[in-house]
T-cell receptor, first 115, second 110 residues
Framework: SAVISQKPSRDICQRGTSLTIQCQVDSQVTMMFWYRQQPGQSLTLIATANQGSEATYESGFVIDKFPISRPNLTFSTLTVSNMSPEDSSIYLC????????????FGPGTRLTVT | QKEVEQNSGPLSVPEGAIASLNCTYSDRGSQSFFWYRQYSGKSPELIMFIYSNGDKEDGRFTAQLNKASQYVSLLIRDSQPSDSATYLCAADNYGQNFVFGPGTRLSVLP
């Protein structure tokens, strides 16, 4: 599997501000995914980020609210824009390892609290 | 809307017993199925995957798949208190991404 890191690990933000979350992998991967996990809930896919193309967003998530960058095969960012308390959640990135097709591995997550 | 269903639990089993976790999925097109373990405050960890009908064993874990019934299960033999966690079932979405179930909380009692 790959080593995946996320920054920051946690943050407390004021409503109306934006936070950019970074995801770094120690090897090149094709697909990177961003999930949200609200307290006591399962994982909800926000978007899929492929290098060299626009991110694909799931129903209920829009680019203006969650812009994503994927500048290379080892790095991606997710921005949570114009935050409200409803955005308080854990945000997780995951990757699809090229030689382990179909298996996703998760980063440690970013715990976001919006006040 | 593709769905993956799990009993949310909690499922409580005594130490040393077999824990049986179940999952059903709605899309017959799903080909691959994954079990993740998530400890409180941690990110999900892949523990098993299965593509073919039947059983797949890995140590104390056995995944079972029945595509005709759209049913996936995970058996944990000789359950230990360290197995206490939430277990998430996921089905692939035509190789593009995953659909996750709500998770089953397992508690192994010493």
């Amino acid at each position: 599997s790959a080593v995946i890191s996320q920054k920051p690990s946690r943050d407390i933000c004021q409503r109306g501000t934006s936070l950019t979350i970074q995801c770094q992998v120690d090897s090149q991967v094709t697909m990177m995914f961003w999930y949200r996990q609200q307290p006591g809930q399962s994982l909800t896919l926000i978007a899929t980020a492929n290098q060299g193309s626009e991110a694909t967003y799931e129903s209920g998530f829009v680019i203006d609210k969650f812009p994503i960058s994927r500048p290379n095969l080892t790095f991606s960012t997710l921005t949570v824009s114009n935050m409200s308390p409803e955005d308080s959640s854990i945000y997780l990135c995951s990757v699809d390892i090229p030689d382990r097709v179909g298996e996703q591995y998760f980063g440690p997550g970013t715990r976001l609290t919006v006040t | 809307q593709k769905e993956v269903e799990q009993n949310s639990g909690p499922l409580s089993v005594p130490e040393g017993a077999i824990a049986s976790l179940n999952c059903t999925y709605s899309d017959r097109g799903s080909q691959s199925f994954f079990w993740y373990r998530q400890y409180s405050g941690k990110s999900p960890e892949l523990i098993m995957f299965i593509y073919s009908n039947g059983d797949k064993e890995d140590g104390r874990f056995t995944a079972q798949l029945n595509k005709a019934s759209q049913y996936v299960s995970l058996l944990i033999r000789d359950s230990q208190p360290s197995d206490s966690a939430t277990y998430l079932c996921a089905a692939d979405n035509y190789g593009q991404n995953f659909v996750f179930g709500p998770g089953t909380r397992l508690s192994v009692l010493p």
